[in-house]
């Protein structure tokens, strides 16, 4: 049992070039999300898929694009990279029930220069 | 809107004492209230939640009080190890299955 599996763990982009960060969970989750954290920061999120076929922008969603692939997997990708984008990128998991379920991911390092 | 934020960044505690870090939020619709752990290197992993109709919730070593009065949450640790040294995360979710996080408190164990 994987838990929330998040590739690549490192990255390094020059400023403009595309790339996309993969997460699969394994356990059955209806919704997935995606976070970023910066120095210091706490987890500010992105976009999320409350369920398969569907998304929608959090906090920060200016840059970036998600695909919701199937139950298991929610990519993240960044079209166009800017320096801003430098930061510790988490994919998470839950459910919502008697509590809350979140599981994350060890997180994506990546720096645009 | 939505802001969780906490009172301190930083706790340093003596090995074997409690620690209580604390936490405030303004959205009152938020229907649960959760603590996170986040070691270096490694995403947050969940400690315990609470749901806004209780106002104490206890785990091992771990309780959560949620003064809904004054909008606060704390999470006491007790008889803190070293293995308890991390950043503690609150969140508050409602609505959309969002979580929002507060900045964090780094919490150190002196020996």
């Known amino acids: 049992n994987a838990g929330v599996t998040q590739t690549p763990k490192f990255q390094v982009l020059k400023t403009g070039q595309s790339m996309t960060l993969q997460c699969a969970q394994d356990m059955n989750h209806n919704s997935m999300y995606w976070y970023r954290q910066d120095p210091g920061m706490g987890l500010r999120l992105i976009y999320y898929s409350a369920s398969e076929g569907t998304t929608d922008k959090g906090e920060v969603p200016n840059g970036y694009n998600v695909s919701r692939l199937n139950k298991r997997e929610f990519s993240l990708r960044l079209e166009s990279a800017a320096p801003s984008q430098t930061s510790v990128y988490f994919c998470?998991?839950?459910?919502?029930?008697?509590?809350?379920?979140?599981?994350f991911g060890s997180g994506t390092r990546l720096t645009v220069v | 809107g939505e802001n969780v934020g906490l009172h301190l960044p930083t706790l340093s505690v003596q090995e074997g004492d409690n620690s209580i870090i604390n936490c405030a939020y303004s959205?009152?619709?938020?229907?649960?209230f959760i603590w996170y752990k986040q070691e270096s290197g490694k995403g947050p992993q969940f400690i315990i939640d609470i749901r806004s109709n209780m106002d104490k919730r206890q785990g091992q070593r771990v309780t959560v009080l949620l003064n809904k009065t004054v909008k606060h949450l704390s999470l006491q640790i007790a008889a803190t190890q070293p293995g308890d040294s991390a950043v503690y995360f609150c969140a508050e979710t409602g609505g959309a299955q969002k979580l929002v996080f507060g900045q964090g408190t780094r919490l150190t164990i002196n020996p």
């Open positions: 998470a998991s839950g459910f919502r029930g008697p509590s809350y379920g979140y599981t």
């Open positions: 959205n009152s619709a938020s229907d649960y």
